[in-house]
């Protein structure tokens, strides 16, 4: 395990940047803590794993070439933290630097006025204590921002928003959707997200209970693979049908690593970023497989749904599989799984595999 501290000047999207650029290179993303400063800085801490080896300067140069990239498309220079700030195994405020830190704030408090260019000053520490990651990560209504309404749904809207200069998704739940069933369905989504961390599954940021309930994960600018191929008609080329289905067959393969089903896998839970990178998301039904390895409960969209759900049979990871299998027909076909038949006679048409 590995800490990886990053100080340069706030900017719009920079967490959201690093994030991906360290996801980028095969680090999985354990904890994330970030501060924003009076005179317009933002210091970045990453405990990370997931890096080959103990060989902590070829992890240094490999970060050291991504942040020379970013550091050329946004005309920064580059400098090395001075040694004396060398290790950092802990990073209470008192302990940052004053030289470039003079006081901290709350992410939603930041400074109007910031200085123009700044280096990108960065260290790397082993950590061989083991991180917790069973905490849900709870932030402020108020540092929020809502842009605009993306989707409604009978117990919950959805939001473009900014937190802190990153674009972000917004799931607010309705008030008076909001009953022991929705807090248990709310508390186990929150839960599953704080534990998982990949570069083909949705970012989890944060989640608040207080005015009402908010799960805030990144934003997903190039939309859902459903509209993708359904609204906007778009044909995929054989490699970018490969390079969707390797992408969704890898974010999936980390979920069953870690005991999770996703239980509502189809084309409208995959989104895509800017870059065309596809990630799993909606992780509302979801569940941490059981000890006996097996679930009866049915759950899903009847279209992309295995027989044995419907059937309310016992079923393991591999429904997954199948629903999986589903998409990757569909990317082929761009029909809709059983198009003509209502949800209900499509949930017929799977068990009694009749298809269409």
């Given at each position: 395990?590995?800490?990886?501290t990053?100080?340069?000047?706030?900017?719009?999207k920079l967490?959201?940047q690093?994030t991906?650029?360290?996801?980028?290179i095969?680090l999985?993303?354990?904890?994330?803590h970030?501060?924003?400063t009076?005179?317009?800085?933002?210091?970045d801490?990453?405990v990370?794993?997931?890096w080959a080896?103990?060989?902590?300067?070829?992890l240094?140069?490999?970060?050291?070439?991504k942040?020379?990239?970013?550091e050329?498309?946004?005309?920064?220079?580059?400098?090395?933290?001075?040694?004396?700030?060398g290790?950092?195994?802990h990073?209470?405020?008192?302990?940052?630097?004053?030289?470039?830190i003079k006081?901290?704030e709350?992410?939603?408090?930041?400074?109007?006025?910031?200085?123009?260019?700044?280096?990108m000053?960065y260290i790397?520490?082993?950590v061989?204590?083991p991180?917790?990651?069973?905490?849900v990560?709870?932030?402020?209504?108020?540092?929020l921002?809502?842009?605009k309404k993306?989707?409604?749904?009978?117990?919950s809207?959805?939001?473009?928003?900014t937190?802190?200069?990153?674009?972000?998704?917004?799931?607010?739940?309705k008030?008076g959707s909001?009953?022991e069933?929705?807090?248990?369905?709310?508390?186990q989504?929150t839960?599953i997200?704080s534990k998982i961390?990949?570069?083909?599954?949705?970012?989890f940021?944060?989640a608040?209970?207080?005015?009402?309930?908010?799960?805030v994960?990144?934003?997903?600018?190039?939309?859902?693979?459903?509209?993708?191929?359904?609204?906007?008609?778009?044909?995929l080329?054989?490699p970018s049908l490969?390079?969707?289905?390797?992408e969704?067959?890898?974010?999936?393969a980390?979920?069953?690593?870690?005991?999770?089903?996703?239980?509502d896998?189809?084309t409208?839970?995959?989104?895509?970023d800017?870059?065309?990178v596809?990630?799993v998301?909606?992780f509302?039904?979801?569940?941490l497989?059981?000890?006996s390895?097996?679930?009866?409960?049915?759950?899903?969209?009847?279209r992309?749904m295995?027989?044995?759900?419907i059937?309310?049979k016992?079923?393991?990871?591999?429904?997954d599989?199948?629903?999986?299998?589903?998409?990757?027909?569909?990317?082929?076909?761009r029909?809709?799984?059983y198009?003509?038949?209502?949800?209900?006679q499509?949930?017929?048409?799977?068990?009694?595999k009749?298809?269409?």
């Amino acid at each position: 395990m590995h800490e990886i501290t990053i100080s340069t000047s706030d900017k719009p999207k920079l967490f959201s940047q690093l994030t991906t650029l360290l996801s980028e290179i095969g680090l999985n993303i354990q904890e994330a803590h970030a501060f924003s400063t009076l005179d317009g800085y933002s210091l970045d801490v990453f405990v990370v794993d997931g890096w080959a080896g103990q060989d902590i300067e070829s992890l240094k140069h490999e970060v050291t070439k991504k942040m020379q990239k970013l550091e050329e498309d946004q005309w920064l220079p580059l400098h090395l933290f001075p040694k004396e700030t060398g290790t950092l195994k802990h990073i209470p405020t008192k302990n940052i630097p004053t030289k470039k830190i003079k006081k901290l704030e709350p992410w939603c408090s930041l400074p109007k006025e910031r200085p123009e260019k700044i280096g990108m000053n960065y260290i790397f520490n082993h950590v061989n204590k083991p991180i917790s990651r069973n905490d849900v990560w709870e932030i402020e209504a108020s540092c929020l921002k809502y842009e605009k309404k993306i989707a409604s749904g009978s117990v919950s809207d959805l939001y473009k928003g900014t937190y802190i200069n990153q674009d972000v998704a917004i799931k607010v739940f309705k008030n008076g959707s909001l009953n022991e069933n929705m807090h248990r369905e709310f508390s186990q989504e929150t839960f599953i997200l704080s534990k998982i961390q990949h570069k083909n599954v949705i970012k989890f940021i944060g989640a608040c209970t207080k005015p009402s309930f908010h799960l805030v994960t990144e934003y997903m600018p190039g939309g859902n693979m459903y509209d993708f191929l359904h609204i906007q008609k778009v044909v995929l080329t054989l490699p970018s049908l490969l390079k969707v289905a390797i992408e969704v067959s890898q974010g999936v393969a980390y979920l069953h690593q870690n005991n999770i089903i996703h239980r509502d896998l189809k084309t409208a839970n995959l989104l895509m970023d800017e870059k065309g990178v596809v990630k799993v998301a909606d992780f509302g039904v979801a569940r941490l497989q059981n000890q006996s390895g097996i679930m009866t409960a049915e759950t899903g969209t009847y279209r992309w749904m295995a027989p044995e759900v419907i059937e309310h049979k016992p079923y393991n990871q591999k429904a997954d599989v199948f629903s999986f299998g589903i998409i990757i027909w569909e990317l082929l076909t761009r029909k809709l799984p059983y198009e003509d038949l209502s949800p209900l006679q499509a949930a017929v048409g799977v068990v009694h595999k009749v298809f269409a």
